[in-house]
């Protein structure tokens, strides 16, 4: 009960960022707009936080449907490393906005059987809390290594990492570090 209050709060919070920016963005065009270029900035702002909510709804509906069992996973042959290139090419811009230097290791082929999909998630979101949590003038290196029976994925940034009393909590369901 505890960690779903937890997830909740944190939930509502993530909501309640875009929903704030997007409406911030659109009073801003309708009151203060002196050209069509504020105007269609404005705009593009708000549509970038309508997307950002957007995929914050649908993650948690997937969250919902692993949770209950219903997410079926489509496991393909795939190149991890296509995936992996893209999601970096997607973090490229941000990270150089944080002054942070992004760093592919990666193989000419890492084939697995994986839900492509869920894969691009799980690397998105290791990615992103790299940069998120890694100061100015660092580096978030990236990397898959095949093994024989596995695949190594590294994601390791500067940051100063999680604090070592934090560690064994941080696969608890809804935890977050504070």
């Keep these: 009960s505890q960690h779903k209050s937890e997830f909740l709060a944190s939930m509502s919070h993530e909501l309640r960022t875009p929903v704030t920016a997007v409406q911030g963005q659109l009073e801003v065009a309708l009151m203060t707009a002196n050209s069509e270029e504020q105007l269609r900035e404005a705009i593009l702002t708000a549509l970038e936080e309508t997307e950002r909510l957007?995929?914050?709804?649908?993650?948690?509906?997937?969250?919902?449907?692993?949770?209950?069992?219903?997410?079926a996973l489509r496991m393909e042959r795939h190149d991890l490393c296509l995936t992996a290139r893209d999601i970096l090419e997607q973090f490229k811009i941000p990270a150089e906005e944080e002054g942070l230097q992004l760093v592919e290791q990666l193989p000419a082929e890492c084939v697995a059987y994986v839900d492509r999909i869920q894969f691009g998630r799980l690397l998105s979101n290791l990615v992103s809390n790299a940069i998120r949590y890694t100061p100015r003038g660092g580096e978030v290196r990236v990397g898959l290594t095949p093994h024989r029976n596995r695949i190594e994925i590294v994601v390791e940034d500067t940051g100063r990492g999680i604090p070592a009393e934090y560690l064994p909590h941080i696969f608890e369901r809804f935890y977050r570090v504070p």
């Excluded at 957007?54 to 997410?71: D, T, Y």
């Design 54 to 71: 957007s995929n914050f709804v649908k993650a948690m509906l997937q969250l919902s449907q692993a949770e209950s069992g219903q997410l």
